[in-house]
């Protein structure tokens, strides 16, 4: 018998009998763990299943994941996980709404930062940096609430393109001398 059929036999807590013929499997009344050397690489690099109600083997723990740093230096250090997420979120609201004003009232940007855009802007930066700011501080990872399509990777990039549209929304209206639609 081979040395994984052994072992599973008396992990089972069945004890092989060797005769005559065919090997009959005998029930033990204790059951005995035996581990082959070569069983073992193998076992170690086979990917983890979660155990089923009957297997009695050993079964490894998930990796736990790094603590996330809830100092306000590391939070908002220039690689930290909040400037450019912050930076993001508000270029997306304000190249929405943007285009979206310009559309409906025919407002270029600028008109729409002189009549009255500026105290818009800083509610919403200030609404948007807090709710940004409070999880992170609570110890949540950036990609603890990350999906398969709304990833963190997937907001850092809308974030900015958003960037990058603002900016040439604004020089495309400065240079134009009117609004873009």
Known sequence: MACSAILSSYVAGIAPRVGLGRPA???RKHALRVRCAGDQKIQDSAP???PSP?????????????????????????????????????AMVGFVSAVAVEVAKGD??????????????????ALLSVASLVPLFRGESVQSRSGAVMSADAELWNGRFAMLGLVALAFTEYVKGGPLV
């Open 25 to 27: 499997l005998v029930p």
């Open 108 to 125: 270029g940007i600028f008109a729409q930062l002189s009549n009255g855009g500026v105290p818009w802007f800083l509610f919403t930066a």
């Open 54 to 90: 009957t297997s009695t083997g050993p079964t490894t723990a998930p990796k736990p994941q790094p603590k996330v740093s809830t100092k306000f230096s590391d939070v908002l250090a220039f690689s930290g996980p909040a400037p450019e997420r912050i930076n993001g979120r508000l």
């Open 48 to 50: 983890t299943t979660p």
